[in-house]
């Protein structure tokens, strides 16, 4: 049975025509064969299609030649002006009788406007410091013991950065770490003691790992320039400050009211989404339920259990193709469960990240072409983690991951977990626009991975480029990749192949880095300390090149041929391992490894 929705009223010929996908659902579901819904051009406000194990075999998708918008928010047009202040200001929207709970206003030409943020640039320092517990790696499970809620549940702030008059009530505080951050609420404001207690609690202790900073989003004192608003939840009041040329009486904005605007329940089955566009799904502080225990603070690593405008989680054969989805407040796709197929997707301004897949099917050298396997395909990404900055342009596990567009992150482009998984044919631009310590393409604690075929772009301003930003980066307990044919461009650090793991085989690629600030003039390329790896016919083409490496390395790695450096100065830095001798290190291309660096710079020679 094919039912199509319209909000035209009048019958398409020959065909069954409803107004509402609820109409549509209840149809299909007395139905038997194919189950079809075909969506007409138009805008469809505050949609919440929630998908049951009744419709499995479903396929929603636009009608030819249209495009259909589905909308996860209402209209608000009946501003007025705060005569005092020049504000504008409205009503939160009710949905069954409770207030609309957002973060996110659009106006209706579709500008994402920024929430109230104090201090507007930068960050605020509190008076934390965490030094109860020692960071170990996420290979050995994060902290050396577990953390206690009275270590992640807040923080002492400076007296003079926070008002007495401070609206704990609608305050939202962002707490930063250093690869991520947490997004919390304030649960108890100590204005005597000048703490903030949190919640939920925070995915790592603030004031740990070198960093005691956070930002305010939702209050007043966030409102110092025009085009930003806030909402007062007391009072169930939305502020705007205009610009010079708005006028109260034409101002509308869009108000999500969902977030997700199609929900698939555990369970669901060989649904496919095609054609369609999806705007203005807003997001919750935090999921109540987490997937992983670091997962708290409605953020977490990657911000993974962030809702998506498309959602579902324990699901199977699922295809999401030529979908656009932007200007949404969590992910674009989060989807978790079984052969899960994502193709051709535009995805933009997002306040999470782009694209979450998270896939059961256990990969092999073998089966990981196969069509059945979950996978990311020529998709399109850009300006995401607007607002929870440790979002990532595609996070996944178990998928394959190719030829995919992503740009202007504010943290990493692609983590790809699951062993044997491949990165393919991507193109990286400028990641790590905020946050620190990433890279455009970051795998860990995974095995028998290829990394091949990308291409990783920086072209960050000379202040920024200081930050530990990596075009391809390696972490712990990566063993046996393959990592080729990369080329790239821009970054300080090019590579780094860190601890744990074994055999990764680095050959034929190119890393080009060019900078003209002192001090920032040396592309870097690091070697492991306690893991064999080739690499071997690699180019590495910069002034300066400086190759950081340890005795460690040298007991373990043996094929370091045919590498060329194009270069004035090659400088080779020993990196301490606290698990081995100080010991004199041998000459870099002596009898011990078999290298051979070549110099075609102004200096000539060898190295």
């Given at each position: 049975m094919i039912v199509h929705v319209s909000d035209n009223p009048l019958e398409i010929?020959?065909?069954?025509?409803?107004?509402?996908?609820?109409?549509?659902?209840?149809?299909?579901?007395?139905?038997?064969?194919?189950?079809k819904i075909v969506v007409h051009g138009g805008t469809y406000p505050a949609c919440n299609i929630k998908l049951t194990?009744?419709?499995n075999g479903l396929t929603i998708e636009a009608a030819g030649g249209e495009k259909p918008v589905l909308s996860g928010a209402v209209t608000v047009s009946d501003w007025q002006r705060d005569e005092k202040i020049g504000w504008f200001i409205a009503d939160v929207p009710t949905i069954d009788g409770k207030q609309a709970d957002f973060r996110l206003l659009l106006k209706t030409d579709g500008t994402y406007l920024k929430k109230a943020r104090y201090p507007l640039s930068g960050r605020l320092e509190h008076e934390t410091v965490f030094t109860a517990g020692e960071w170990v790696g996420s290979h050995a499970g994060g902290w050396?013991?577990?953390?206690?809620?009275?270590?992640?549940?807040?923080?002492?702030?400076?007296?003079?950065?926070?008002?007495?008059?401070f609206d704990a009530e609608s305050a939202e505080i962002q707490v930063y770490h250093s690869w991520n951050e947490s997004y919390c609420k304030i649960s108890k404001h100590d204005r005597e003691n000048c703490v903030f207690r949190l919640t939920p609690n925070c995915t790592y202790p603030p004031g740990s790992l070198y960093v005691s900073a956070y930002a305010v989003y939702n209050t007043k004192e966030g409102m110092a320039e025009d085009g930003r608003w806030y909402c007062d939840r007391g009072a169930g009041k939305i502020y705007y400050r205009p610009y010079p040329n708005e006028d109260v009486e034409s101002f509308a904005c869009f108000v999500p009211v969902t977030t997700k605007i199609i929900e698939m329940e555990d369970g669901c089955e060989n649904i496919t989404i095609k054609g369609l566009s999806?705007?203005?799904?807003?997001?919750?502080?935090?999921?109540?339920?987490?997937l992983h225990p670091c997962q708290r603070g409605g953020a977490g690593f990657g911000v993974m259990e962030q809702d998506g405008a498309i959602y579902g989680k324990q699901l199977k054969n699922i295809e999401i193709t030529d979908v656009d989805i932007y200007n949404t407040g969590g992910y674009g796709i989060m989807l978790r469960g079984e052969s899960l197929q994502v193709r051709r997707c535009n995805i933009k301004k997002c306040g999470a990240g782009g694209i979450g897949i998270s896939s059961e099917n256990l990969l092999t050298?073998?089966?990981?072409?196969?069509?059945?396997?979950?996978?990311?395909e020529d998709c399109r990404i850009e300006n995401i983690a607007l607002d929870?900055?440790?979002?990532?342009?595609?996070?996944?596990?178990?998928?394959?991951?190719?030829?995919?567009?992503?740009?202007?992150?504010?943290y990493t482009s692609i983590i790809a977990n699951g062993d044997y998984c491949v990165v393919e044919d991507n193109i990286c631009i400028n990641p790590m626009l905020v946050l620190n310590d990433g890279a455009c393409i970051y795998m860990h604690i995974n095995k028998g991975c290829i990394i091949r075929g990308n291409m990783c772009l920086c072209q960050k301003a000379p202040d920024e480029i200081s930050q530990m930003c990596w075009a391809i980066y390696l972490d712990s307990d990566t063993t046996d990749f393959e990592i080729c044919n990369n080329i790239i461009k821009g970054f300080k650090r090019a590579m780094l192949d860190a601890r744990m793991g074994d055999r990764n085989r680095w050959h034929h690629n190119y890393m080009e880095y060019s900078c003209d600030v002192a001090g920032h003039d040396t592309m870097s390329v690091e070697?492991?300390?306690?893991?064999?790896?080739?690499?071997?016919?690699?180019?590495?083409?910069?002034?300066?090149?400086?190759?950081?490496?340890?005795?460690?390395?040298f007991d373990q790695s043996e094929d370091m041929n045919f590498n060329t450096a194009v270069c004035k100065n090659i400088v080779f830095e020993y990196r301490k391992n606290k698990n081995l001798p100080d010991e004199p290190l041998p000459e870099f291309g002596g009898t011990n490894v078999k290298s051979e660096f070549v110099s075609l710079g102004a200096k000539g020679g060898r190295y």
């Open positions: 010929q020959g065909a069954k025509t409803v107004a509402s996908f609820d109409e549509a659902l209840s149809l299909l579901r007395k139905a038997s064969g194919e189950k194990k009744e419709d050396q013991r577990p953390l206690l809620d009275e270590e992640l549940n807040h923080f002492t702030y400076k007296k003079e950065d926070i008002s007495d008059d999806l705007t203005a799904a807003t997001t919750p502080v935090v999921n109540e339920k987490y050298p073998e089966n990981r072409y196969e069509a059945w396997v979950s996978c990311v929870y900055l440790g979002a990532v342009g595609i996070f996944s596990n178990s998928a394959m991951l190719r030829r995919n567009y992503i740009a202007e992150t504010s070697l492991p300390t306690d893991k064999r790896i080739d690499f071997y016919s690699n180019i590495m083409n910069s002034e300066n090149i400086k190759i950081i490496y340890s005795r460690g390395f």
